[in-house]
C-alpha cells in the first residue's frame, strides 16, 4: 500500500504561539506487536493506562492480521515496562461487536468504586460506543451500547458524577459532545463542547474527539483531545472546561501539544497519527504531578510522553486562545 507521509516541515507550524510540546519518554514506544500471538500480531494502540494498587494497569487495541480488534491487558510497575497476558480480556462476542472491540478508555469512578470501560463496537450494524464495568480489571461485564441509531465514538465517563448525573464526552462528528445519565444506560445529549475549528491554524479543522479521563483540577476539567486536518494528520491538544457545567470552555490554546514526528509515529498501518486514549496522572521522580499521556503511533504502536500538571494548566491557561471558538 503507498502512504502519503508528511514529514514536520510540511505540516503545520504554529505561528507565534506557545512552543510547549509534550515530551517523548527515553523508552518509548513502550508497547509493541508480538507477531507470534495471532489475535495481536499486526498492531497493538490506543491504550487506557489507569494506576491503581501500586501498579500500572493497560488496556490496549489490539488486531491479527484480519484487522479485527480485541482488547489485551498488560500490567506494569513503572508504567514503562509492561508484561501482557496471553489472551485478550475483551474480544467480539456480540452480533455488535463482529468486527472489532476498539479504543478503551477505563475509567476508576469515585462514587461506583469500580472501573468502568468505553470502548468502541463496530461491525456491520455500525460504531457503536459502549461500556463495560469490572471491579478487577481483568474479568468485564457488558453493559451494552449507549447511544444507538448513529455512528458514534471516542467516549469516555468523567471519574464522578457531574451534577448529580453520570457526565461521559462522545463523539457525534466532527464534534465532542457531553451527555448524562442516571443509570449509566439511558443518555441524555444535547450539548457540543467542542467543534473542529477550520478558522483556526489548520490542524483542528476537521473533526475532534475527547482524549483519556478528565482531569479534575481546582481550576476545571483538564482535557486532552485529538484532532485532525484535511490531510488526516492526528494531533493532541487540551483544553479547560467548567467544573460544574464541562460543556463550557474556560480556555481552549490555538495551538497542539503533539503531532507525529517520528518514524513510527509517521509510518505504520495508518500513516501520521497520534490518538490519546489515557492521560493518568502520575506522582513523578521529584514528586511533583506529572501528566503521563499514552498514545497510539500510526495505528501500530503505544507511544508515552510526559509534561508536569503544572505546566499543562499553564499552557492550555496562557497559550493563545481563540475567543471567536472559545465555546465550542
Ligand atoms: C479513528 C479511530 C482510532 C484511530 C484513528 C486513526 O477514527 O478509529 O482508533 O487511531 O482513527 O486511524
Known amino acids: 500500500?503507498?502512504?502519503?507521509?508528511?514529514?514536520?516541515?510540511?505540516?503545520?507550524?504554529?505561528?507565534?504561539?506557545?512552543?510547549?510540546?509534550?515530551?517523548?519518554?527515553?523508552?518509548?514506544?513502550?508497547?509493541?506487536?508480538n507477531p507470534l500471538r495471532p489475535w495481536e500480531a499486526l498492531?497493538?494502540?490506543?491504550?487506557?493506562?489507569?494506576?491503581?494498587?501500586?501498579?500500572?494497569?493497560?488496556?490496549?487495541?489490539?488486531?491479527?492480521?484480519?484487522?479485527?480488534?480485541?482488547?489485551?491487558?498488560?500490567?506494569?510497575?513503572?508504567?514503562?515496562?509492561?508484561?501482557?497476558?496471553?489472551?485478550?480480556?475483551?474480544?467480539p462476542q456480540e452480533d455488535y461487536e463482529s468486527r472489532g472491540v476498539e479504543d478503551p478508555r477505563v475509567t476508576w469512578h469515585q462514587g461506583d468504586r469500580c472501573f468502568y470501560m468505553a470502548y468502541t463496537a463496530f461491525s456491520p450494524l455500525g460504531?457503536?460506543?459502549?461500556?463495560?464495568?469490572?471491579?478487577?480489571?481483568?474479568?468485564?461485564?457488558?453493559l451494552g451500547p449507549v447511544i444507538r441509531g448513529e455512528n458514534n465514538k471516542d467516549h469516555?465517563?468523567?471519574?464522578?458524577?457531574?451534577?448529580?448525573?453520570?457526565?461521559?464526552?462522545?463523539?457525534?462528528?466532527?464534534?465532542?459532545?457531553?451527555?448524562?445519565?442516571?443509570?449509566?444506560?439511558?443518555?441524555?445529549?444535547?450539548?457540543?463542547?467542542?467543534?473542529?475549528r477550520p478558522h483556526n491554524l489548520g490542524w483542528d479543522e476537521k473533526r475532534v474527539g475527547a482524549g483519556g479521563v478528565p482531569i479534575e483540577t481546582a481550576e476545571g476539567w483538564l482535557v486532552l483531545y485529538h484532532a485532525y486536518d484535511n490531510r488526516h494528520v492526528y494531533r493532541l491538544s487540551a483544553a479547560l472546561l467548567d467544573l460544574d457545567d464541562p460543556s463550557r470552555v474556560l480556555a481552549r490554546p490555538r495551538t497542539y501539544l503533539m503531532e507525529p514526528t517520528e518514524t513510527w509515529e509517521i509510518r505504520g498501518?495508518?500513516?501520521?497519527?497520534?490518538?490519546?486514549?489515557?492521560?493518568?496522572?502520575?506522582?513523578?521522580?521529584?514528586?511533583?504531578?506529572?501528566?503521563?499521556?499514552?498514545?497510539?503511533?500510526?495505528?501500530?504502536?503505544?507511544?508515552?510522553?510526559?509534561?508536569?500538571?503544572?505546566e499543562l494548566t499553564a499552557f492550555v491557561k496562557t497559550a493563545p486562545g481563540d475567543p471567536t471558538w472559545a465555546n465550542h
Not at 505561528?15 to 527515553?26: T, Y
Open 1 to 33: 500500500m503507498t502512504q502519503e507521509v508528511f514529514t514536520l516541515s510540511q505540516t503545520f507550524q504554529p505561528a507565534g504561539g506557545s512552543r510547549f510540546m509534550l515530551r517523548r519518554h527515553p523508552q518509548s514506544p513502550v508497547l509493541r506487536p
Open 43 to 91: 498492531n497493538v494502540f490506543n491504550a487506557a493506562v489507569i494506576q491503581h494498587a501500586g501498579l500500572f494497569h493497560m488496556h490496549y487495541r489490539a488486531q491479527g492480521i484480519d484487522f479485527v480488534s480485541s482488547i489485551g491487558y498488560a500490567v506494569s510497575a513503572d508504567g514503562l515496562n509492561w508484561n501482557k497476558l496471553e489472551h485478550p480480556v475483551l474480544a
Open 127 to 142: 460504531i457503536m460506543p459502549c461500556l463495560a464495568r469490572s471491579g478487577n480489571l481483568i474479568a468485564w461485564e457488558r
Open 156 to 196: 469516555v465517563l468523567f471519574p464522578r458524577k457531574v451534577a448529580g448525573r453520570y457526565a461521559m464526552f462522545h463523539r457525534r462528528p466532527p464534534h465532542i459532545w457531553i451527555a448524562y445519565s442516571d443509570d449509566l444506560t439511558t443518555w441524555d445529549s444535547d450539548s457540543i463542547v467542542m467543534s473542529p
Open 269 to 310: 498501518d495508518v500513516p501520521n497519527v497520534c490518538f490519546s486514549c489515557a492521560n493518568p496522572v502520575v506522582s513523578g521522580a521529584g514528586g511533583q504531578d506529572e501528566v503521563w499521556v499514552y498514545y497510539g503511533g500510526a495505528d501500530r504502536m503505544v507511544g508515552l510522553a510526559t509534561c508536569t500538571l503544572a
